[in-house]
């Protein structure tokens, strides 16, 4: 079994990074916050947790060097990106066709039926067949790898495990906290409406982004 030695600069440095890049505004935790305020908690912890999990797995696409592969082929990327894009296109399409949530009593929480494992497996989806993702960590992970220490593949892997928790650490809150706005919301369907059209909106914008979204 490889034994890992990240250094505190190097660890302190990294996790400093991947919290501003996680707390900066972009497609995921946009989604988080908007399922948040639209859906209640369930749906934006599951689906940010979901989020979280994709990471996983552009950490190990990274580390067996098969981001690499995706960056150099251009049809491998343009498959990804139009698979990722034609998701998101559909969830938005999903909300925009949604009678809006409605809220209990108990603030943020709502009786959104469906259940926290979907927003988790969408959260994941939507993440993990991203290519632009795939890119970044293939891009960011290596700048935190110290080649003295050896054993770069189990430093990348380390690196992407620990930006996959504080992951699920950031978007849990968002999820937490947006869903506790929403249901100050409760009792008014109309704004549960709007905030699902809202949503809908922002995740058919995000999938159009990405369909147009080049490699570089």
């Known amino acids: 079994m490889i034994a890992v030695d990240l250094s505190l ?8 990074a991947a919290a501003l890049i996680t707390l900066a505004p972009g497609p995921d935790n946009l989604s988080v916050l908007s399922l948040g305020l639209s859906r209640g908690r369930h749906a934006g912890i599951g689906f940010g947790l979901g989020c979280a999990l994709g990471c996983f797995t552009h950490t190990v696409w990274a580390t067996l ?6 960056a150099a082929s251009e049809t491998a990327f343009l498959a990804l990106k139009m698979a990722g894009a034609a998701y998101l296109i559909w969830l938005g399409w999903q909300a925009l066709r949604s009678a809006g949530a409605n809220f ?8 959104d039926p469906t259940p926290l494992r979907a927003y988790l497996l969408r959260g994941f989806v939507a ?9 970044f960590f293939l891009a960011f992970l290596p700048q935190f790898v110290d080649p003295a220490r050896g054993h770069a593949a189990a430093q990348t892997a380390l690196l992407g495990i620990l930006f996959a928790a504080q992951t699920v650490l950031i978007f849990g809150a968002i999820g937490w906290y947006a869903g506790t706005v929403g249901g100050w919301l409760r009792g008014r369907p109309a704004v549960g409406r709007w905030l699902d059209r809202a949503t809908g909106v922002l995740f058919i914008g995000l999938g159009i982004r990405l369909a147009l979204a080049e490699r570089g």
């Open 127 to 135: 993440n993990a067949i991203n290519p632009k993702v795939a890119l």
């Open 9 to 16: 600069a190097q660890l302190a440095g990294f996790l400093l």
């Open 65 to 70: 060097g098969v981001t690499a592969l995706i």
């Open 104 to 111: 209990t009593a108990e603030a943020g929480s709502g009786n």
